[in-house]
């Protein structure tokens, strides 16, 4: 359901009311977060079935407007024509003059998504707004042939905690992955990852940043509105034909693909995904699509600058940049 973005569903009577064992159709109706409708039919013993009780409770459920349940949050990845949230991001370039300033924008303004380039060349910092994602960034300023380093990264709005990292240091498997808050209800990924075999592999947020075991020690995939009663479970995984994966978990991202050298990069977002929840748990990464089984590598989620809070220092020694990350 693709304009599913977050809300609820109401089982709403299609007559006023209905006597018991009354079969007819009775209508789902849904508001999406994003303002959109959705509605679907299904029959009111199916929803008794579903539910595990007796086709009289259905009709009376249905009567009286109280079963309602979430939408899962959904998981978009922006392809083709799609574009990224707008974010401020700010990285960390070695300039000395207005000619290396020149040089930064002559590579930055042109690039599909920027909105602006605001160069603070006594701090050596440059600021880039817009919709361009990180891997596009970076690779434009790697083509200047400076040394350039991501900083910070989030929204002009403070949202507090607005960054998070996790990277994955091998043996096998690399990456970085990357979440900015882009507003309260709505987070933005960008994921890169090496050393995988071709093809899909699943990859989650999970509830504990315990790397004892590896992804073993990690917990169940980050649920935190995970329903109160069976009722509400069992209704989800039958309408799941219906309406897609209503009872996707929260931290479930799906799957990346592999390419046959190994490289898998992800940009996208996430619907109430809120990155202060992020802090201290782990992301895993599974062999396949199936997470049935545990992952192949974890690393914990970090707390990442924000824009303005990473800027460089000076060793008290000979002068040196420390860059820091």
């Known amino acids: ?17 209905s006597p018991p064992g009354n079969l007819a159709p009775a209508n789902l109706v849904g508001k999406a977060g994003a303002g959109s409708r959705i ?23 249905s009567v009286s407007g109280i079963i309602h349940f979430s939408l899962a949050p959904r998981l978009s990845q922006a392809t083709g024509g799609e574009t990224l949230p707008e974010l401020l991001t700010e990285y960390m370039v070695d300039m000395k003059c207005e ?8 590579k930055l303004e042109p690039l599909e998504g920027v909105k602006a380039v605001t160069v603070d060349l006594s701090n050596q910092v440059v600021r880039v707004l817009g919709t361009a994602p990180v891997k596009a960034i970076s690779a ?20 507090g905690v607005s960054a998070a990292v996790v990277e994955f240091k091998g043996p096998e498997i ?38 004892t075991r590896g992804a073993a020690s990690t917990g169940a995939i980050f649920n935190p509105q995970q329903q109160d009663t069976e009722v509400h479970k069992n209704i ?13 978990p929260l931290g479930d991202l799906g799957a990346v693909v592999a390419d046959e050298t190994g490289r898998a990069d992800f940009a996208g977002t996430k619907t109430g995904l809120r990155v202060t929840d992020l802090i201290g748990r782990a992301l895993a990464i599974y062999a396949t699509a199936d ?35």
């Not at 400076?146 to 949202?159: H, K, N, T, V």
């Open 236 to 248: 989800f995984f039958f309408l799941l034909d219906s309406f897609g994966n209503l009872s996707q």
């Open 99 to 106: 000619g290396c300033v020149k040089s930064v924008r002559g």
């Open 140 to 159: 434009a300023l790697e083509e200047t042939g400076r040394s350039a380093r991501l900083i910070g990264q989030g929204s002009l709005e403070d949202f």
């Open 1 to 17: 359901m693709a304009a599913a973005l977050g809300g609820s569903l109401t089982l709403a009577p299609r007559v006023a009311s």
């Open 291 to 325: 997470k049935s089984v545990h992952g192949i590598a974890a690393a914990v989620i970090a707390r990442s600058a924000g824009v303005g809070e990473n800027y460089k220092k000076l060793c008290s020694c000979d002068g040196t940049i420390i860059w820091e990350s």
């Open 174 to 211: 690399h990456g970085v992955v990357r979440f900015a808050q882009v507003s309260m209800e709505l987070a933005r990924i960008e994921a890169t990852f090496t050393g995988l075999t071709p093809g899909a592999h699943g990859w989650s947020i999970n509830t504990y940043g315990d790397l």
């Open 39 to 61: 509605e679907a039919r299904v029959s009111k013993v199916a929803l008794a079935m579903a539910a595990g009780s007796p086709v009289e409770e259905a009709v009376h459920a």
